[in-house]
């Protein structure tokens, strides 16, 4: 019986690769283990397979006194249990082996050795799994529905691995059938977990993003590029009815001729269909990326018409004036256009409406220029004065420093004055 354990063992290090050796060292441990539960067994002791002819034995060990046991113990760090000694530091010459072989102790041999190998099987297909899957992050997977547990996480299989897609990563409006096929992205790889060491995502804005570079070639080629990705998935009201999601991801183009808006929304729509349909109805706007500021903010707010943007490079926040008609929409239903719009491109947005903005405007003391009431003497598009206060030494303030008054500009009316004014923001036609 021994022979065929160590031929079980040379079979399982060429199937699986698992070192040899491990497996011998493992084997030794659980067989000590086992012998350390037997009513005789010696205090201190040590099992040693003979590789060649697979003979086990067991050998009781006394230590001289000047070598402190204790020290050499080893123990359980969450336990506290004894596992046994560490003799990597002791001159074995010293100690007394006495072989203390139970007659039956090749019966519990060929039990422990088939736990041992089966243990160290799973252990090694983990170890491999986790080698396999730890550089996968943020990859797009495809997997088939298999169960839900009590806590209403569900089990996906990906064919060679068993993944989870925790309840916080779920989207609060999808239903995962059994057998279904869905796509996924993956978020973590817990090499400790007792379960699924892959986790799943259907909320990640990643998804979005590896969905559109699945569909579309120039993404995937490079020559079109998602900067950025805004998702708010979808959930359920206060009244329990589902709300759909809604993402917006902005695009720039690193070839030219290349649109691409037109590249992600494909012929006839194609491409975002494919897209919107993987996200369960989930809408989705395609924004042009652009590093100037206003326009990317006045972008961002579609499919809102904008009419002005006055930004405050310092305070990263933008005014966003739009037709009185647009403010809801520009808003959007709960905030979530404005919301999205904010997360895209990264400043703090406070829209209002033209009436608004007049109003705003009308509340404030006008008084005569030369009194120098110390606010600033630009005209905005509205045909009022900028209300910021002017900086130090001018007329202007930090964001109408380059404003071009219309008398200068050859007698131009208001509107051509505020197109000039650069640093203001910009008028967005319709």
Not at 18 to 38: G, H, N, P, Q, R
Not at 64 to 76: N, T
Not at 141 to 158: A, E, Y
């Amino acid at each position: 019986m021994s022979r065929e354990i160590i031929e079980a063992l040379r079979q399982i290090e060429s199937e699986k690769g698992i070192a040899f050796e491990a497996l011998v060292e493992a084997l030794e441990d659980a067989l000590l283990s086992a012998y350390k539960k037997s009513p005789d067994a010696a205090e201190y002791a040590t099992v040693e397979v003979d590789t060649e002819t697979g003979d086990i034995r067991v050998y009781q060990l006394v230590f001289p006194e000047h070598i402190d046991v204790e020290a050499l113990k080893v123990r359980d760090e969450e336990t506290g249990e004894e596992l046994g000694l560490d003799l990597s530091g002791v001159d074995m010459s010293q100690v007394q082996r006495i072989e203390v072989t139970p007659d039956d102790f090749g019966r519990i041999a060929a039990m422990t050795a088939r736990q041992v190998i089966m243990q160290r099987i799973r252990e090694a297909e983990r170890d491999l799994m986790y080698e396999e899957y730890a550089d996968r992050i943020g990859e797009l997977v495809t997997g088939i529905v298999q169960q839900s547990d009590p806590r209403h996480n569900i089990l996906v299989d990906l064919g060679r691995v068993e993944a989870e897609l925790p309840r916080s990563e779920q989207v609060e409006t999808e239903h995962y059938e059994h057998g279904a096929r869905i796509k996924a992205v993956i978020v973590a790889v817990d090499p400790a977990a007792k379960g699924p060491q892959v986790k799943l995502s259907r909320r990640s804005e990643e998804l979005v993003r590896r969905l559109f570079e699945l569909e579309v070639p120039e993404i995937a080629d490079g020559l079109v590029e998602i900067v950025q990705v805004a998702r708010e998935p979808g959930y359920r009201g206060r009244d329990g009815k589902p709300v759909t999601g809604r993402c917006k991801i902005a695009v720039v183009s690193h070839a030219d001729g290349v649109d691409p808006v037109g590249a992600c929304v494909g012929p006839r729509g194609s491409r975002v269909r494919m897209v919107v349909s993987e996200l369960r109805g989930e809408r989705v706007d395609i924004i042009p990326y652009h590093e100037d500021p206003a326009r990317f903010v006045a972008k961002a707010l579609s499919p809102a018409r904008v009419r002005e943007v006055i930004v405050d490079d310092e305070e990263r926040s933008a005014t966003i004036i739009v037709p009185d008609d647009q403010l809801s929409l520009a808003i959007g239903k709960d905030g979530q256009n404005a919301r999205l719009a904010s997360k895209l491109t990264g400043w703090r947005i406070d829209i209002k409406s033209q009436s608004q903005m007049a109003e705003d405007e009308e509340s404030l003391e006008f008084v005569d220029e030369e009194a120098g009431d110390g606010r600033c003497q630009a005209m905005t598009l509205t045909g009022k004065r900028c209300p910021n206060q002017a900086e130090p030494g001018s007329k202007y303030c930090s964001i109408h420093a380059g404003y071009v008054p219309p008398a200068a500009a050859g007698g131009a009316d208001e509107a051509a004055a505020g197109a000039a004014d650069a640093a203001a923001g910009e008028q967005v036609e319709e």
